[in-house]
């Protein structure tokens, strides 16, 4: 059984929004950070987005910054990411990671190392 399972990717035109969900299992999630990444074709994996285990505080890259957001519902093991804005360099697979660290996001919170168990990631395209 895979952990951490990514959901709510697709096809969309350029302003338009979707939200991804991450469904995460058996790995104690209300305890840990999660991260959001995304991978484009010929690019290195670009962390996106980290939310404590509380959801009280978040990280947000800048170049998606005032655009997406991330929340958590621990009653659901369930984490998301409602992205708005969408712009054709936001295409890319977008995967979530638990943290290694309990509580807050990651010091490195953009490095992958930073992380555990990964999903295997949804497709995201933004595209007229």
């Known amino acids: 059984q895979v952990p951490v399972v990514e959901s709510g990717g697709g096809l969309v035109q350029p302003g338009g929004s979707l939200r991804l969900s991450c469904a995460v299992s058996?790995?104690?999630?209300?305890?840990?950070?999660i991260g959001w990444f995304r991978q484009a074709p010929g690019k290195e994996r670009e962390g996106v987005s980290c939310i404590s285990s509380a959801g009280v505080s978040t990280y947000y890259a800048e170049s998606i910054k005032g655009r997406f957001t991330m929340s958590r519902d621990n009653a659901r093991n369930t984490v998301y990411l409602q992205m708005n804005s969408l712009k054709p360099e936001d295409t890319a697979v977008y995967y979530c990671?638990?943290?290694?660290?309990?509580?807050?996001?990651?010091?490195?919170?953009?490095?992958?190392?930073?992380?555990?168990?990964w999903g295997q990631g949804t497709q995201v395209t933004v595209s007229s």
């Open positions: 990671a638990r943290a290694r660290t309990r509580l807050s996001c990651p010091a490195y919170v953009s490095n992958s190392g930073s992380y555990d168990y």
């Open positions: 058996g790995i104690a999630f209300n305890a840990y950070a």
